[in-house]
């Protein structure tokens, strides 16, 4: 089962121009078995994605949100709702497990080869480590669940190290295209082994690492991105 684990919309994210009507319709395109918001400004009401979910049964629509912490992006599955303090990762891993929640660094390694200085794991470092045995030491990955090693808006060569560092680790491996527009949706992926029909299904997959980053190439092919 295919799900893009890292879309935004209009509807919680400023800076994304993706309508909800246009992400069903490129996800049936593309042959997605469901998308993840994670929207910046927190999950979704609720109510307001069961509303969604109704009218679109044939997608899976499931709720997140992307935090930004000192160590980066965090997406976190399994929050209902934005709680105080958790752009402090520490705060935020704590509460994460209060809740049965699941953890992922994502994009981590964005800009880390091309403009080492934007990168925001290594935010204000330079230079930034060169070996993957250093680059590992870094305390964001002890606080996460899993890694994303195939983001949509992430160079090839930056997700490469994403995977390295996961390996390395042992981390489980995720994808997603990161959408802001349908530009990219349903191409960087998570392939997940069991039927996911809703929430409970997918906190259970995650916390099993039942699943793995994959790219979906236009004609259909998956490549497959296994991590430890």
Same mark, same amino acid.
């Given at each position: 089962?295919?799900?893009?684990?890292?879309?935004? %919309?209009?509807? *919680?994210?400023?800076?994304?121009?993706?309508? %909800?009507?246009?992400?069903?319709?490129?996800?049936?395109?593309?042959?997605?078995? +469901?998308?993840?918001?994670?929207?910046?400004? *927190?999950?979704?009401?609720?109510?307001?994605?069961?509303?969604?979910?109704?009218?679109?049964?044939?997608?899976?629509?499931?709720?997140?949100?992307?935090?930004?912490?000192?160590?980066?992006?965090?997406?976190?599955?399994?929050?209902?709702?934005?709680?105080?303090?958790?752009?402090?990762?520490? %705060?935020?891993?704590?509460?994460?497990?209060?809740?049965?929640?699941?953890?992922?660094?994502?994009?981590?390694?964005?800009?880390?080869?091309?403009?080492?200085?934007?990168?925001?794991?290594?935010? *204000?470092?330079?230079?930034?480590?060169?070996?993957?045995?250093?680059?590992?030491?870094?305390?964001?990955?002890?606080?996460?669940?899993?890694?994303?090693?195939?983001?949509?808006?992430?160079?090839?060569?930056?997700?490469?190290?994403?995977?390295?560092?996961?390996?390395?680790? *042992?981390?489980? %491996?995720?994808?997603?295209?990161?959408?802001?527009?349908?530009?990219?949706?349903?191409?960087?992926?998570?392939?997940?082994?069991?039927?996911?029909? +809703?929430?409970?299904?997918?906190?259970?997959?995650?916390?099993?690492?039942?699943?793995?980053?994959?790219?979906?190439?236009?004609? +259909?092919?998956?490549?497959?991105?296994?991590?430890?």
């Amino acid at each position: 089962m295919l799900i893009d684990l890292h879309v935004h %919309t209009v509807r *919680g994210s400023s800076d994304s121009s993706l309508k %909800t009507d246009e992400l069903v319709e490129e996800a049936a395109r593309t042959g997605l078995d +469901g998308v993840c918001l994670t929207e910046h400004r *927190g999950p979704w009401d609720r109510h307001e994605l069961a509303a969604l979910q109704e009218r679109h049964p044939g997608l899976l629509l499931l709720n997140a949100m992307e935090v930004e912490t000192s160590f980066g992006h965090l997406t976190v599955f399994g929050l209902d709702r934005f709680v105080g303090g958790i752009h402090d990762p520490v %705060t935020l891993r704590r509460i994460a497990d209060g809740q049965g929640a699941f953890v992922v660094l994502a994009h981590p390694f964005r800009y880390f080869l091309s403009l080492p200085e934007r990168n925001l794991l290594y935010r *204000g470092q330079f230079p930034v480590p060169a070996v993957i045995e250093e680059i590992a030491q870094h305390p964001a990955f002890a606080l996460v669940d899993a890694i994303e090693v195939n983001n949509g808006g992430t160079s090839p060569t930056e997700n490469a190290v994403a995977l390295e560092v996961a390996r390395y680790l *042992g981390k489980p %491996t995720v994808g997603g295209s990161d959408a802001h527009s349908t530009h990219g949706l349903g191409q960087s992926v998570t392939a997940f082994d069991d039927r996911i029909t +809703g929430t409970d299904d997918f906190l259970a997959a995650l916390h099993a690492s039942r699943f793995h980053a994959a790219t979906r190439a236009p004609d +259909g092919v998956l490549t497959h991105a296994l991590g430890g």
